[in-house]
């Protein structure tokens, strides 16, 4: 265990130190610091000597050595945008991000586990061959198509009457078509105050309200994947000896399916589904940009227009983490899962 932890860890500094070069690196074709930091009518011998005091006539490795010196104590500037340290832009944004990941993911775990048994079991019921189908589309439709639709559908509200409004059984089936609407798709409401920069929405029935929304069109990209990849991982397993075994022994079908089948499902589920899951942080721009949800993919977009160079590094740097850390957490977790797989990489 403890030999695992320092190989990870060992991985995990490459691949940060990685992320800190390239994002270091293109620091230059962000747009010129300095004109974002004065007017235009400074003049440049000005511009030159503060260009001179910021060091940024230096080479680019002291450059950077000067950069990952301070990026080891989490300081990585000022945002022009905000005047502020930029890990403390990121810390008042992060906690919307993370709770919307965080709901989003609760969605995809719940619905996407019983449908893919469901479709597993039974591959030919007309429901499975159903969800089958609505996976592919969900697939296939861009996650700002999704939202926008969703913003229509229940926010903004539908009114379709392709049937008779003078007859009862026509007037019901138009009310089953059309939609009033009134959810909330535009930022957090009034979310409650936990500590220091984290609000959170999950305290209130009102707060959760404005989460379902963003969560339903962030849940649209990963879980059709998901659903398919169980329903996979489960076709296998079920054919496998060792379930056929069991049910020569007459071990009843529900300890078959969600005990021994379901159980050697789950590890190839959570290889995939660690990194997806970490992926939605990155996903959440579109998200945050339709639903002007305040996390960081709305900051991001807000900091590319404005060239908000330090506050675009500290992002990446910053997702590059989550990255890190999601990863090395899906590693501990595959020994939960199966004990037969040890964490040194060796079979039991």
């Known amino acids: ?31 010129d610091p300095i004109q974002q930091m004065v007017g ?40 022009y945008i905000f005047n502020e340290p930029t890990t403390q832009v990121i810390m008042r944004h992060l906690p919307a991000t993370l709770e919307l990941v965080a709901a989003t993911t609760l969605l995809i775990v719940l619905l996407s586990v019983p449908i893919g048994v469901y479709s597993a079991i039974k591959p030919r019921a007309w429901l499975s061959r159903a969800f089958m189908g609505v996976s592919i589309i969900g697939i296939s439709i861009p996650v700002f198509l999704t939202a926008i639709v ?7 509200g539908v009114e379709f009457t392709p049937f008779p409004t003078d007859t009862a059984w026509g007037a019901w089936l138009n009310g089953l078509l059309s939609t009033d609407g009134g959810m909330p798709a535009y930022g ?9 920069t984290w609000y959170t929405n999950f305290s209130s029935l009102e707060g959760l ?12 990209i990963m879980l059709p994947l998901f659903i398919r990849l169980i329903r996979a991982e489960m076709l296998e397993v079920l054919q496998s000896e060792y379930v056929k075994f069991a049910r020569a022994k007459g071990i009843s079908l529900r300890r078959i399916y969600f005990v021994h089948a379901l159980k050697n499902t789950m590890l190839p589920v959570i ?37 908000d160079i330090p506050l675009i590094v500290t992002y990446l740097m910053i997702v590059g983490l989550i990255f890190v850390i999601t990863n090395t957490l899906v590693d501990l977790i595959y020994g939960l899962v199966n004990p037969t797989v040890k964490l040194t990489g060796k079979p039991a």
């Open 188 to 196: 957090r409401g009034n979310p409650v105050h936990v500590f220091g």
């Open 209 to 220: 309200t404005y989460l379902v929304l963003p969560a339903i069109s962030l849940a649209s």
């Open 40 to 79: 235009q009518s400074v003049p440049e011998s000005e511009r030159a000597e503060l260009r001179e005091e910021l060091g940024l006539n230096d080479p680019f490795f002291v450059q950077y050595l000067r950069f990952a010196k301070n990026a080891a104590h989490f300081d990585f500037g000022y945002s």
């Open 150 to 156: 969703l913003i229509q559908l229940f926010a903004i």
């Open 271 to 307: 290889t995939v589904g660690g990194v997806q899951i970490g992926t939605l942080v990155a996903y959440t721009i579109l998200t945050e940009t339709v639903f002007q949800w305040p996390g960081m993919g709305l900051m991001f977009l807000d900091a590319i227009e404005r060239s």
């Open 1 to 31: 265990m403890i030999a695992f932890l320092i190989k990870r860890l060992f991985h995990a500094f490459l691949v940060m130190f990685v992320i800190s070069v390239i994002s270091f690196a293109i620091q230059d074709n962000l747009g």
